[in-house]
């Protein structure tokens, strides 16, 4: 029932110049994305605005809804379907002077004055203060930061110095190439994004401990060979596990990016680049490091 037979001998080391050659033109264009949008395109959750949430009797669309809040002379409305059928949505607007209750309350008259007043019902409002937005923004990304870096310091506690360096790094390299897909895309950047975000460097530090543990067991017992071949071992020891949990996992954020609806087609696709680029990141960032770290102590 192995989905990779032992014994298999693939040369991953082989490609690990290549492999950073790859991992770089991938950060090198998501950098590159955010400096031409001018940086993240932050949701209400970070930038501050006002949400409010509205259900129709019968199925609408998008547009007709935009050109009901044209008259409205509210600028940079957002309008997302809430994945109910076209029956309900989300119409965002930016932070402004304007009070909360105001804005409500003409977004109510635009919807009013197109489909009638029995046509919808307002269900919530919700806004941010460009204060709060502020706050949670700088939050957020020190979390995101602070687990990048345990991750990386327990793993060189559980195992070696030279692993938690590649563990920390493996994670970094994910998260940015995450947050650069999710530029590239124009998505929105919110606290579903980071919730994905810290899921990511949990689930890739997973995989990285497999491969590290595996490593550490075979020098133990192949004290002649050299590193490089001892991480082709270990790598292709524990591939089947590697495709097989991985794999599954991926199906499963696959399904709910396609099923789940706008809600949370971000937050299934920043798991989707998240789970992937980690599985790759175990093979071709954490262990070349390792391998790196030897060379560079053998030269001093």
Not at 3 to 21: E, M, N
Not at 250 to 273: R, S
Request: some cysteine.
């Amino acid at each position: 029932m192995d989905l990779i037979k032992a014994g298999t001998k693939f040369d991953f080391v082989r490609l690990f110049k290549w492999a950073v050659v790859f991992s770089l033109s991938l950060i090198v264009i998501g950098l590159a994305s955010l400096w031409y949008h001018g940086g993240l395109n932050y949701g209400v959750d970070f930038a501050g605005g006002t949400v409010v949430h509205v259900k129709f009797t019968q199925p609408t669309s998008i547009a007709d809804i935009r050109q009901a809040l044209e008259a409205t002379d509210i600028g940079n409305i957002t309008v997302q379907d809430f994945g109910q059928g076209g029956s309900e949505f989300l119409i965002r607007m930016p932070s402004s002077e304007t009070g909360t209750e105001e804005l409500s309350g003409r977004v109510q008259k635009g919807l009013v004055a197109r489909f009638g007043e029995q046509a919808f019902e307002v269900r919530r409002v919700d806004t941010v203060g460009p204060k709060v937005g502020n706050d949670l923004r700088r939050k957020a990304l020190l979390a995101v930061a602070f687990s990048t870096v345990m991750m990386g310091v327990y793993v060189a506690v559980r195992f070696e110095p030279r692993f938690g360096v590649g563990a920390a790094v493996a994670l970094l390299h994910d998260v940015l190439i995450t947050v650069g897909a999710l530029s590239l895309m124009g998505m929105e950047f919110d606290l579903t994004v980071v919730a994905a975000l810290l899921t990511v460097t949990g689930f890739s530090v997973n995989d990285t401990v497999v491969v590290c543990d595996r490593i550490r067991e075979n020098m133990r017992k192949l004290r002649r060979e050299s590193l490089a071949d001892i991480i082709n071992r270990s790598i292709n020891e524990t591939l089947s596990r590697t495709i097989i949990t991985n794999g599954t996992a991926i199906l499963v954020v696959i399904v709910l990016l396609f099923l789940g609806g706008d809600v949370i087609h971000t937050f299934a696709f920043a798991l989707l680049v998240g789970f992937t680029f980690g599985t790759y990141s175990s093979i071709y960032v954490a262990s070349p490091i390792a391998l790196l770290w030897e060379k560079g102590g053998k030269r001093k």
